[in-house]
């Protein structure tokens, strides 16, 4: 089972979980974009922990809220957090 717990303005859950990270965000070179809001992520969060979608699809969201500069504090399995590093280096080219 994944424990996923995102903490931030709205309060926080605790939950069992392998990893946690703090994500700052630095806004992109294309700040045109407008970036997903905190209740799409909130979504997309809650979609990946009960496996609606996959965690490729849930880190493309979490990269475009990152970079449209805003930070959030999560705890994640290692998929998801593997899954966001892809993601990051795809649009970065690295």
Request: hydrophobic share 35%.
């Amino acid at each position: 089972m994944l424990g996923l717990s995102v903490s931030c303005s709205r309060g926080s859950q605790h939950a069992d979980v392998d990893t946690s990270m703090v994500f700052v965000a630095v806004p992109s070179a294309d700040s045109s974009k407008t970036p997903p809001s905190q209740d799409s992520l909130f979504a997309t969060l809650s979609a990946y922990s009960h496996k609606r979608i996959t965690a490729d699809q849930a880190a493309s969201v979490i990269v475009d809220y990152m970079q449209g500069g805003k930070s959030f504090n999560a705890a994640m399995d290692d998929q998801l957090l593997e899954a966001i590093t892809r993601e990051q280096k795809r649009r970065t080219g690295h």
